[in-house]
């Protein structure tokens, strides 16, 4: 499972400079392109769509690198053993918020729904649930295939604390 972690970590850090390359270009393009006269509205609307992913895509690198927000002074204060066992309270409530968003993620877009109701608009019209047909303002596409990223990374932040949750940890770490 470790290796699968990292092979995604890999895959992760790669998609993430790629979008940040391509935030980069669309940024400086639309700001050449404004300030010859000529505003190219859909380098706004998608730059603010791959920073979106940007940040999802993050947040699965951090689970994996293990760079959340965390208390220094707790861990400082214990002995190797009260980091072990703090270091796995850690990893279980990541994998709690994991499940959250599983939870969240499933509900938001209703997969059972969709595949019952036969298309995404025929969902939308008997539940107002409207992920799957909500048109982007200037890109001309849905905005779901900007959205799936959310199950993406929960799904590869999922696979990272497990990861981490099978590994034992070594005695005097944590």
């Known amino acids: 499972m470790q290796g699968l972690s990292r092979s995604l970590l890999r895959l992760e850090k790669g998609l993430a400079g790629l979008l940040t390359f391509a935030i980069l270009v669309l940024v400086g393009f639309g700001s050449v392109a404004r300030g010859l ?17 940007l940040a999802f895509i993050a947040a699965s690198m951090g689970v994996a690198l293990q760079n959340h927000m965390a208390m220094g002074l707790m861990p400082e204060s214990l ?5 072990r ?3 796995r309270v850690n990893q279980g409530l990541i994998l709690a ?5 599983a939870v969240l993620v499933w509900i938001w877009l209703d997969l059972p729904g969709l595949i019952a109701a036969g298309s995404g608009e025929a969902l939308a019209e008997a539940s107002f649930n409207f992920a ?3 048109p982007t303002l200037t890109l001309g596409m849905r905005k779901i ?8 990374s929960v799904l ?17 770490e944590a």
């Open 37 to 53: 006269g000529y505003p190219q509205v859909w380098t706004d609307e998608l730059a603010v769509h791959l920073m979106v992913m």
């Open 79 to 83: 002995g190797p053993r009260g980091r």
């Open 85 to 87: 066992v703090l270091a």
């Open 97 to 101: 918020f994991m499940a959250l968003m």
């Open 132 to 134: 799957w047909t909500d």
């Open 145 to 152: 295939w900007f959205w799936l990223v959310v199950p993406a």
């Open 156 to 172: 590869a932040g999922s696979l990272h604390v497990l990861a981490q949750i099978v590994t034992p940890l070594p005695e005097a």
